[in-house]
């Protein structure tokens, strides 16, 4: 017999109708403010991000040609980054600064509150400009930057803020009460805006770092290093991973923390 051709015979049942096409959204791109983000900690931050695939903002205060040079190595890497002056102590050039950053339809899905100065003294010889120099910068940069940018997280129910706090808030360091008492109010402030935004898909976390070699701590005296378990001061790369690690999906359940990051140190 010569053997049948065509479809086989299912009892004239008609054929399933053809599933339409599959369609993917694509991915959201969410852009990443890192204030301070020029220098040191801030820029190695910036690098990390870009390359995670965030189009990054690096704030800077002043220095326009270390921006500048952070841009053209994210963009020269195939990134996305653009430089932005504010200073964020000043809540009227912030929320201008933010006004046109938000035109952008992409939204701003990471924040890194990473600005902030130092003015040393013992205290009792410590200057009223220089404990509120230090508190605006780090604890009103912290309100000014962050306020403005909770609410389009919650409603976009994804957010990543990490804010640097500092060793000192959590052990002190003479000649440092201003630094340490804004540094420690950043800390409860983290863990007071997790327990808010908890529930939207908002995670809130901090890190101390300890000595971490960057400008703004040379010359620090060898005998302080050999008092750190690891006896070597930490880089500011290994800072940003744990940042970048921090703005992953992966990192989703952590929220509220502030994470020691000081080659033992704080123990």
Not at 11 to 32: F, H, Q, W
Not at 221 to 228: H, S
């Amino acid at each position: 017999m010569r053997p049948p051709t065509g479809p086989p015979y299912n009892g004239g049942a008609a054929r399933p109708a053809a599933l339409p096409p599959v369609t993917t959204s694509p991915p959201i791109v969410r852009r990443a403010l890192v204030t301070g983000g020029s220098r040191g900690i801030g820029a190695a931050v910036c690098k990390r991000l870009a390359k995670q695939g965030h189009p990054v903002i690096v704030n800077y205060r002043r220095d326009a040609a270390a921006a500048a040079a952070v841009v053209d190595e994210i963009t020269h890497a195939g990134g996305e980054a653009v430089a932005v002056a504010f200073d964020v102590a000043d809540g009227a050039a912030t929320a201008a600064a933010l006004k046109d950053l938000l035109k952008d339809p992409r939204p701003i899905g990471i924040v890194v509150n990473n600005a902030g100065v130092t003015a040393d003294a013992a205290f009792p010889g410590m200057k009223k400009e220089q404990w509120d120099g230090v508190l605006q910068t780090t604890l009103g940069g912290f309100f000014h930057v962050t306020q403005p940018l909770v609410m389009p997280m919650v409603i976009q129910r994804w957010g990543r803020i990490v804010n640097m706090a500092s060793l000192s808030a959590v052990r002190g360091n003479r000649g440092q009460a201003n630094y340490a008492a804004a540094k420690a109010g950043l800390v409860g402030a983290t863990k007071t805006l997790a327990l808010e935004v908890a529930k939207k898909g908002v995670t809130v976390n901090a890190l101390a770092p300890g000595l971490i070699a960057t400008e703004m701590i040379a010359g620090v005296p060898d005998q302080m290093v050999q008092q750190i378990p690891m006896q070597r001061l930490g880089t500011a790369d290994e800072v940003a991973a744990l940042v970048a690690f921090l703005c992953t999906e992966d990192a989703g359940y952590i929220t509220g923390q502030c994470i020691g990051i000081d080659g033992g140190f704080g123990v």
